[in-house]
C-alpha cells in the first residue's frame, strides 16, 4: 500500500512511501480501507514542525492526518465483531481512547497522526471502540470531514449542555470567526438548531457564501476593523453568547470586548500566531471578570458527544461543505491549498 509522511520538515519534504498492507489485528481491532481524508491547519502545523516542541522529532517519517473515512475489510476478534461488520462504512476519532468526558492528558497518547500513525494511507488499523458509523444519507466524502472541525463546533456550541440537549434558542447569537472547516460547521449546526449568527472575514465572496448557508449577518474585517463594535451593534449591545475563536492572540482582544454577559469564548485554533506581545494574563483575566464570561478550550470532544452530533445530523439532513477534492498523488497540492487559506469549509483527498 502507499501512504504519505513527514519528518516534520515541512510539506515540501512530504514523501511518497510504499509499505506492506498490516495485517496483525488484536481481538479489539479492525483494519480500515481508507477511501477519504480531509485535512485541518493541525495537519500543516505538524508538517511543518510546528508541533517540535510538544513532540520528539521522529528518526523515521510518520504519516500525517487524523481525519478519514473508509469501509472496514477486516474483523480482529470477538470484540470487533461486536461492533462492526466487514463493509460497514466507518469514519475516525481523532483520540480513539476518548470515549466519554473530558478530555484528559493520557487521552493524547492514542491521538492519530501524532503519535499515532495517521491516517494519509490506503489502510490503517483502528480500534473498533475509536470509530463511528456513517450516516446512510451521507456520502463517505462528507462523512470525512466530521473527525475534527464538526465534532469540535459542535462542543464549541454545547459543552455544558447535557447529551441529547443541545442548545435551542434563536436568542442566542454564535460568532463565528472566519470560514475554515470548523466555523462553517458552526454555522451549519448553528442554524439547524435555530440560533442567531454571526460570520466574519475578509472576503466577500466568502461572506457571501456564508450568507448563502444562512448566517443571520456578516463582517467583512477588512472594511469594517473594528468588527467587535460591530458585534455589539448588530447584537445591541449586547454582543455574542458564543463565539467560536479561532484565531488566537490576535483575534482574542476583540472577542474579550464583544462577548456578552454570562457568554462562553470557546477557544478553537491559534490562526493569528501562538503569542501575544504585550498583553497580560491579567489583563485577559479582568475582562473575563467584568463580563461573567467564560474562556473555554475546546479540544475536539468525546466519541460519545460526536455520536450525538451525528444524530442530530442525521435528523437535520446536515451536508458537510467540501470545498475541493484532490487526488491522493496531488496530497501535496491540497496540503499547500489549506495552508493558504483559500477554501471555504473543508479540503478533501480521494484515496480509493
Known amino acids: ?67 478519514a473515512s473508509g469501509t472496514v475489510v477486516k474483523i480482529g476478534g470477538v470484540s470487533a465483531a461486536s461492533q462492526w461488520s466487514e463493509g460497514d462504512r466507518v469514519f475516525t476519532t481523532m483520540r480513539p481512547s476518548h470515549l466519554t468526558g473530558p478530555s484528559r492528558p493520557e487521552h493524547n497518547s492514542s491521538t492519530i497522526g501524532i503519535p499515532v500513525p495517521g491516517v494519509l494511507a490506503e489502510y490503517r488499523i483502528f480500534p473498533a471502540s475509536g470509530l463511528i458509523r456513517v450516516p446512510e444519507y451521507m456520502s463517505i466524502e462528507e462523512a470525512s ?108 482582544d476583540r472577542s474579550l470586548s464583544c462577548v456578552a454577559c454570562g457568554g462562553t469564548i470557546s477557544a478553537i485554533g491559534i490562526l493569528t500566531g501562538s503569542t501575544e506581545a504585550g498583553k497580560s494574563q491579567l489583563s485577559t483575566g479582568m475582562r473575563l471578570i467584568q463580563r461573567n464570561a467564560t474562556l473555554k478550550g475546546i479540544n475536539v470532544g468525546p466519541k460519545d458527544r460526536a455520536e450525538e452530533m451525528v444524530a442530530f445530523y442525521e435528523t437535520a ?28 469549509g473543508k479540503v478533501v483527498i480521494k484515496v480509493n
Open 1 to 67: 500500500m502507499q501512504q504519505w509522511a513527514t519528518l516534520m520538515d515541512g510539506v515540501d519534504h512530504v514523501k511518497l512511501e510504499t509499505v506492506p498492507i498490516p495485517t496483525e489485528l488484536k481481538d479489539d481491532e479492525v483494519l480500515v480501507r481508507i477511501s477519504r481524508v480531509s485535512l485541518n491547519n493541525r495537519d500543516i502545523k505538524l508538517i511543518d514542525g510546528d508541533f517540535k516542541n510538544r513532540y520528539k522529532v521522529p528518526d523515521s517519517p510518520v504519516v500525517p492526518c487524523s481525519d
Open 145 to 252: 470531514t466530521l473527525t475534527v472541525a464538526a465534532t469540535t463546533a459542535w462542543m464549541a456550541l454545547n459543552w455544558n449542555q447535557p447529551i441529547g440537549q443541545p442548545r435551542r434558542n434563536k436568542d442566542v447569537v454564535v460568532l463565528l470567526q472566519g470560514t475554515g472547516g470548523v466555523s462553517i460547521a458552526g454555522l451549519q449546526q448553528a442554524k439547524a438548531l435555530g440560533l442567531t449568527t454571526i460570520v466574519t472575514s475578509s472576503s466577500d465572496a466568502k461572506l457571501q457564501k456564508a450568507k448563502d448557508l444562512g448566517a443571520d449577518y456578516i463582517i467583512n474585517y477588512s472594511k469594517v476593523p473594528d468588527w467587535d463594535a460591530e458585534v455589539l451593534r448588530l447584537t445591541k449591545g449586547e454582543g455574542a453568547d458564543i463565539i467560536l475563536e479561532t484565531g488566537g492572540p490576535g483575534t482574542m
Open 317 to 344: 439532513q446536515i451536508r458537510p461543505i467540501v470545498d475541493r477534492v484532490f487526488e491522493f498523488s496531488d496530497a501535496l497540492e491540497a496540503l499547500r491549498y489549506v495552508r493558504s487559506g483559500s477554501h471555504i
